[in-house]
């Protein structure tokens, strides 16, 4: 099973984040339902380590926040984007929660890259050559406002990879 660690959001958040991007030929906006902002990707594991990072999930200490939302951004750069995002903002509360977790879990890690966490809610990815990049270009440009979320739990989730897109199911919700 391939599992993650992530924060969820109200569905009047989820819309108003998707809103801010438009449909675009060539790109696939995520799924409302699956709009998260992943902490951890653990990677491929066996059902016993699933309840081993869901006790090591359980012992941390979890203190309410707000969080900031703001701004589009792409990766790996905003003149080739293959991903849209919706800014989070650093500040304490997240990255130590990031950073809890990803110590907690080292061991069982499969992609070492959490090194250089940068909070981001993805809304579209790249899916063929026909995607047009200017339009997503102009937007990224665009003043969003600003969203404040009171993040008051994470979650471990599987993810279901389908030729339709990858699927999430909560299997843990941590508060």
Request: some cysteine; proline content about 3%.
């Amino acid at each position: 099973m391939r599992l993650f660690v992530s924060i969820d959001f109200p569905e009047s958040t989820r819309e108003e984040i998707l809103s801010w991007i438009p449909d675009q030929e060539g790109w696939k906006k995520v799924l409302k339902n699956q709009l998260h902002l992943t902490l951890v990707f653990i990677g491929e594991c066996s059902e016993a380590e699933k309840d081993k990072i869901h006790r090591k999930l359980s012992e941390i200490e979890f203190t309410p926040f707000n969080l900031k939302i703001s701004g589009l951004g792409a990766f790996p750069n905003e003149s080739s984007p293959r991903i849209i995002w919706a800014g989070v903002t650093q500040n304490d509360s997240i990255m130590n929660l990031q950073k809890r977790i990803a110590d907690r879990l080292e061991d069982h890690i499969k992609s070492k890259n959490n090194n250089s966490y940068i909070p981001h809610i993805t809304l579209a990815r790249k899916k063929s050559r026909k995607g047009a990049n200017r339009v997503f270009k102009t937007n990224l440009k665009k003043d969003t406002g600003q969203l404040v979320e009171n993040v008051d739990s994470f979650q471990l989730k599987q993810s279901f990879l389908k030729s339709s897109g990858s699927e999430h199911q909560t299997l843990h919700r941590y508060s």
